[in-house]
């Protein structure tokens, strides 16, 4: 019998939809009464802030290849004509199941613990007086109330903000309804505390707005108002027309986002269909580009109520990260020089590496500092110590990815205050984002010149490294670090690709060297010796990585991996998967690290990486994998990556089908949170570490 073909479409999960259900599996989180409530809000908002960038990124890609009459198909045979709908049925499902659990399950839930919003017709009269005098006084001044008629066109509104949508009786009988639109300030709070001091209660800014639209229109009766929001196209198309500068092109295609395509029009579900049919001629829009949902729309604003003080019974215990130098006082870089540092974030504190940072910045025997910055938090403090080392003469060397998405204002702030302290800023190279996570410091020493490196699967962003997982290596291996320096003089000179001893690198050898570790795998099965890979990423989406995958399968290999998000491979198909597990955790943190063990013939092989299993972190992006050597690191590695598959709480395993099913504990099995176990096992091994240095540890103090 001829073995089924590899590359057949039916063996792939469409990309688009395996994100959907990513999605879903977030929105579960909302639903699952075990969590804490404002952790369910929390959940929820995300759901809805990731619709919000699936619409503009992902949905916004499929129609313009529609537009141009793209028929190409992607790994599952879809084309996008294809795919369209499909995806987008499947959008306006979630869009649908968010307010639905709000309403139902949520709002009821926080007014029983005293938290609630209010309509404006429930607001007592008393409390309906105090806020038309804060309308007068504090919203009015900021409104502009915009007719649209022959002479005044469509206003240009902005993506994602929330308007009023009006339609005015005709200025004679028998003349044509007219439309109006009232921008919500997006410079003033969205929800508005009440004065009662027995709840904490809170009013739409939009329910305001709505309820004294006759004093901005005076003299003109209005029919009806509806809150609307748009989304447009956030998609940046870089080209070298006129021979800009990368800073000059990110900077322009930022000010054209502004003015994209429309991809998006949510509407309240109670406005008429005749406002619907104005709107849509105004921008252009069919109606499978229209979502009707309930008021109110935009659930970005939970994160107000998420991040309420106090209510604390209503979210997880606070997670106190452990100090993986405990009991060790002295200087950083001295402990750089006798042993490696690993960081398993959030669980391990991010602390070393802005304290890495600013004590490279601060000594005079630091020579240079070179960095990639993708996305830094406001204010970031590794930033600041980079702006610290120029100004004080050091040579600094900054990699900033400008094209983080929806990052890049930010980083073009960066860029610009770097330049401005003398720091060398570049803008990675042409056609290629650079994802890499690493940090180099040169030092002279008595012996000589020494490298401190800092190499990490996270951003360098303290404020995620709380909520994201990640791992990160501190050390002064000669091999890491020299091949560290050839990869920055690549990116930043006009050197070839170079000849690396440790770390591998994308464009260039990542793609290679994964698909000859699989391989070897294979090859052991093939001759009937063990063979196994264990694998964490955020994505799988890349065929030849897929088609190695199954062949290593077939072959016998035991694959095990562990995606969080997309997955277009399809497990336990007869014949071709069978021997492949995909689950996915969504928990507490955001799984972020990408790990990727090899049994090797029992000398385990661990590797650490900025990249994906997808096409675009192996073909078009900076990317950087490197190995876990030290013994007792690759023991703590492995022992996180094999804790995920011993999840029975928040896992979740992929059928054939494409459908997730939630993994539950077997007849007499405890259950296991991976999340949790590890929290606990940082927790342990701080105590170990205080204990030998002599020093009473006091938990969670």
């Known amino acids: 019998m001829t073995p089924r073909p590899l590359g057949d479409p039916a063996l792939y999960l469409n990309r688009e939809l395996s994100w959907l259900a990513f999605n879903e599996r977030v929105l579960e989180e909302a639903a699952d009464d075990s969590v804490p409530l404002l952790e369910r809000l929390k959940f929820a908002a995300i759901a ?116 009023l949508a009006l339609v005015l009786e005709p200025v004679r009988e028998g003349g044509d309804a007219r439309l109006a639109i009232v921008q919500v300030p997006p410079g003033l709070a969205r929800l508005v505390r009440l004065a009662d001091a027995k709840t904490t209660s809170f009013v739409l800014l939009e329910d305001i707005i709505r309820a004294h639209l006759p004093l901005l229109f005076q003299g003109q009766a209005i029919r009806e108002a509806a809150v609307v929001r748009l989304s447009r196209d956030a998609e940046l198309e870089l080209d070298d027309e006129g021979g800009r500068s990368q800073l000059e092109m990110v900077e322009r295609e930022i000010r054209r986002r502004r003015r994209s395509d429309v991809i998006r029009l949510e509407i309240e579900s109670t406005a008429s269909p005749g406002l619907v049919t104005m709107l849509t001629q105004q921008l252009d829009l069919d109606q499978d580009d229209v979502f009707a949902l309930p008021a109110p729309l935009d659930w970005r604003m939970l994160w107000s109520l998420v991040e309420l003080p106090g209510f604390e019974t209503l979210r997880d215990p606070p997670l106190q990260p452990v100090d993986v130098l405990a009991g060790d006082d002295r200087d950083l870089l001295t402990v750089l020089e006798e042993r490696d540092l690993l960081l398993h974030h959030p669980y391990d504190s991010f602390d070393p590496v802005p304290a890495l940072l600013a004590r490279a910045a601060d000594d005079a025997d630091v020579l240079a500092i070179k960095q990639t910055l993708y996305r830094a938090s406001t204010g970031s403090p590794l930033v600041q110590s980079l702006l610290r080392a120029a100004e004080r003469g050091k040579q600094v060397t900054v990699l900033v990815e400008l094209t983080a998405r929806f990052d890049e204002e930010r980083n073009i702030q960066w860029a610009r205050a770097l330049e401005a302290a003398g720091a060398h800023v570049i803008y990675g ?32 962003n303290e404020r995620t490294a709380r909520v994201y997982t990640d791992f990160g290596l501190m050390t002064t291996s000669r091999e890491l670090c020299a091949d560290a320096s050839a990869v920055f003089n690549a990116i930043t000179g006009y050197s070839d690709p170079p000849r690396l001893a440790k770390l591998s690198l994308a464009p260039t050898g990542l793609r290679r060297r994964f698909v000859k570790l699989i391989d070897r795998e294979r090859k052991r099965a093939e001759a009937g010796l063990p063979a196994e890979i264990v694998a964490k990423m955020n994505s799988l989406t890349d065929g030849q990585i897929i088609e190695a995958l199954y062949a290593a399968s077939r072959a016998g290999v035991k694959v095990r991996l562990n995606v969080r998000g997309m997955c277009a491979l399809r497990p336990g198909v007869p014949g071709v998967s069978d021997h492949i597990e995909v689950i996915s955790i969504v928990d507490r943190f955001l799984e972020h690290a990408r790990v990727y063990y090899f049994h090797n013939g029992g000398d385990d092989e661990v590797y650490l990486a900025s990249a994906d299993w997808m096409t675009r972190n192996l073909d078009k992006r900076i990317e950087l994998m490197f190995p876990v050597e030290q013994e007792d690191h690759r023991k703590t590695v492995l022992a996180a990556l094999r804790a995920m598959f011993r999840d029975n709480v928040k896992a979740r395993r992929l059928g054939p089908d494409g459908v997730y099913t939630r993994v539950t504990p077997a007849k007499g099995e405890a259950p296991y949170r991976a999340q949790y176990a590890l929290q606990e096992d940082a927790r342990r091994a701080e105590e170990i570490a205080r204990d030998r240095a002599g020093q009473t540890f006091q938990p969670n103090s």
């Open 48 to 163: 809805s802030s990731n619709l919000d960038e699936f619409f503009m990124v992902r949905i916004a890609g499929l129609m313009r290849e529609v537009w141009e009459d793209d028929t190409t198909p992607d790994l599952a045979g879809l084309s996008p004509a294809q795919q369209l709908p499909l995806v987008r049925e499947r959008a306006r499902q979630l869009m649908q199941a968010i307010p639905r659990l709000i309403d139902a399950e949520l709002r009821p839930a926080l007014k029983r613990h005293g938290i609630a919003v209010q309509g404006w017709a429930d607001l007592p009269a008393a409390e309906q007086g105090r806020l038309t005098a804060y309308f007068r006084e504090a919203i009015e001044p900021v409104l502009t109330p915009l007719a649209i008629d022959v002479s005044r066109p469509f206003p240009l509104l902005a993506s994602l903000s929330l308007n």
């Open 429 to 460: 190279v042409r056609g290629y984002k650079t994802h890499a996570k690493m940090c180099l410091i040169v030092r002279r020493c008595p012996d000589g010149v020494r490298r401190y490196l800092h190499l990490g699967t996270g951003n360098y």
